[in-house]
C-alpha cells in the first residue's frame, strides 16, 4: 500500500493543528516529524513538547524521524510524546541494534534511515528487525531542497535487497518530492512519501488530493 507522509517542517505553525488536520480530512494517513539537533545535521527544527502537543489534533500514524547524535538518548521521550513509528540514522548510531531494541521495547515501530550518500548495505545486518527503510533523497537537515537523482538507484537497490531476503517492509522516502515527480520515487520501490511544500505550498487538501492521485 503506498503512503503519503506530510512532513509539518513546512507547515504554518501559527495554525499547525488546524492544517495538520487538513491533511487528514484529505486522507494522509501519516504524519511525519522531522527532528533536527543542530548537530547531526545543521539545522535545529522541533521536538518533544510539540510533538506531545499535537498528538492530540489527530489520530494519523505520527511517523517521527530523528535526525539526531545518539538517538538512544531520547527513544523513550519520543514514544511517550505520541511518537508510532521512530527513525533514526544508522549514522548517527554508535549501536543501531540497542537502539531497534529499543524502540521495540517500547511497544513502537523501529525504522532506520541513510543519508544520500551512505551505501544501502548499511541496512543489510538490521533489515529483519526492522519496521521501515528511510532512504533520504535530499540532504537531511532543510525542506525545499530537488530530489536528487542518484537516489533512485538506491531506491531499487533497497528493494531489490528486501526481495532477495523475503521481506515486504516499507520504504520511505524523504525529500523533494511533487506532484511532477512521485512517480519515480514509486516505481522503484518505495510504498511510504514524505512531501513537506508540496502539502502545505498552498491548498493543503487540493495538494493532498493530488499527490495521492499520482500514488
Known sequence: MNILAPSILSADFTILGEQIKETKEAGARYLHFDVMDGVFVPSISFGLPVLKSIRKASDQIYDVHLMIEEPIR?????????????????????????????????????GM?????????????????????LVMTVEPGFGGQKYIDYCTDKIKETRKMLDMAGLSTDIEIDGGVNKDNITIPLEAGANVIVAGSA?????????????????
Open 199 to 215: 502539502v502545505f505550498n498552498g491548498d493543503i487538501s487540493e495538494n493532498v488530493h493530488e499527490l495521492m492521485k499520482n500514488m
Open 113 to 133: 534511515a541513510i543519508k544520500p550518500k551512505t551505501d544501502v548495505n548499511a541496512f543489510k545486518p538490521y533489515m529483519e528487525s526492522l519496521d521501515m527503510l
Open 74 to 110: 531520547y527513544v523513550e521521550q519520543f514514544a511517550e510524546s505520541g511518537a508510532d513509528i521512530i527513525t533514526f540514522h544508522v549514522e548517527a548510531a554508535s549501536d543501531p541494534r540497542e537502539v531497534i531494541d529499543k524502540i521495540h521495547s517500547l511497544g513502537k515501530k523501529a
